[in-house]
């Protein structure tokens, strides 16, 4: 789970860690009479949204007085951002910048850690560093049983700066980050850009954080936090109806009948160079209703081009499901290609049911994937 920067920004200001604070504003207006309760004519106006990359979307504006500040309100509330509309702004003292630097605590699956990463390069997009210049990125990786105590902290501070007073500030920061990261079970706490001020202060002005949605039981104050996205409500409103559905972004739309059989799907997609759109088990079912249900999940996402249905008759018979997939086709529109493949009891009724039908069918997994992929037309 996710939130936004000034809620990150509350939970850093309650561990220590400098921000530059604001208000949180959701019309003009609000802004308008934020911006005169604020001692300082400089400041910035960021869209408050669930995605990374404001800054280059043009979501975050500085201002130098009440003009200024009006028009960038009224340009960035209502502004899209990656498909999410903006609703609220932050508005915060604006600080100056001298360097900007990376910070983040997240867990890494390689080393089963949770590793810092750190880096001069702060500020700019940090996937682009970490593809172009790895070497500019330090990675220590936390042992839980030792923590991030003071040398270590220091340690860490010293790979981004050269002068004691701010390795300390640094340090500092590093370490209530670890603390807040732990007792929050975030999955993710970074600090991008963690800037040195002209009067050598080292301040947080921008915070991201990921929660780990398996922790959420025990994190009442985080939980009540949640804002579920479109994507999110999609998959409670599937879940309400019986799916389990997973949107995952890729072209290649999958109904699957059994979670195992779903993951090798993706799995093999993912093998012959496709990328499935989501993941969905649709159960040990041949009811041609919820076939027309899960289709109509699947084609509401404008992304898939290819549909895979990958169903494997045990109880199920592969004639009732081919049966199923007619009745329900008969009452869906689409031109979007769908792939069957049906294997296990009466398979070869089932494909004889098929022949001669706008289906494309495969009696191999293999074979389906590969159908699939080819026609995504990657
Ligand atoms: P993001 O693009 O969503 O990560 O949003 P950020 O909060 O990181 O802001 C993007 C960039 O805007 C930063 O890297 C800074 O260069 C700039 N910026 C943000 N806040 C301030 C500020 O208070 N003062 C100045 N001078 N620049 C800022
Ligand atoms: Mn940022």
């Known amino acids: 789970m996710k939130i936004h920067e000034y809620q990150a920004k509350d939970i850093f200001a309650k561990y220590g860690i400098p921000i530059n604070a604001g208000y949180i504003c959701h019309s003009v207006e609000d802004a308008i009479s934020a911006y005169d309760r604020m001692d300082n004519d400089l400041v910035v106006v960021k869209a408050q949204v669930l995605t990374g990359g ?44 001298e360097a900007e630097y990376y910070v983040s605590f997240v867990i890494d699956r390689n080393t089963k850690s949770t590793l810092l990463m750190l880096s001069k390069e702060g500020g700019v997009d940090i996937e682009e560093v970490a593809r172009q210049t790895p070497e500019k990125i330090h990675k220590i990786a936390i042992d839980p049983t030792i923590g991030m105590p003071d ?57 991201k954080m990921t929660f780990d949605d398996n922790a959420l039981y025990r994190q009442e104050k985080i939980k009540a936090l949640f804002e579920p996205t479109e994507e999110e409500k999609k998959e409670q409103k599937a879940k309400s109806k019986g799916f389990s559905y997973v949107h995952l972004g890729g072209e290649i739309g999958c109904m699957v009948n059994g979670a195992g059989l779903a993951m090798t799907t993706m799995d093999m997609i993912k093998l012959y160079g496709g990328n499935p759109a989501n993941f969905l088990d649709i159960g040990g079912s041949s009811n041609p209703t919820k076939v027309i249900e899960a289709m109509k999940l699947l084609l509401s996402d404008k992304d898939v081009r290819v549909v895979l249905i990958n169903i494997f008759g045990g109880i199920t018979r592969c004639d009732d499901v081919a049966n199923g997939l007619l009745q329900a086709f008969d009452q869906i529109e689409t031109d979007i290609p769908i792939v069957i493949r049906l294997t296990g009891t009466n398979e070869a009724e089932g494909r004889a049911l098929l022949k001669g039908t706008k289906f494309h069918t495969a009696e191999t997994m293999g074979e389906a994937t590969r159908m699939a992929v080819e026609l995504a037309n990657y």
């Open 151 to 207: 040398y270590l902290a220091r340690q860490a501070g010293f790979l981004l700066f050269d002068d004691i007073k701010q390795v300390r500030q640094a340090a500092s920061i590093f370490q209530k980050l670890y603390k807040l990261f732990l007792e929050t079970d975030a999955s993710l706490a970074e600090i991008n850009p963690l800037i040195l001020t002209p009067d050598k202060k080292v301040i947080a002005i921008d915070a």
């Open 54 to 97: 404001r800054g280059k979307a043009g979501g975050v504006k500085l201002a130098k007085d009440t003009i200024e500040m009006r028009n960038h309100a009224a340009t960035i509330l209502g502004m899209d951002i990656k498909g999410y509309i903006v609703d609220r702004i932050l508005l915060a003292k604006a600080e100056d910048i």
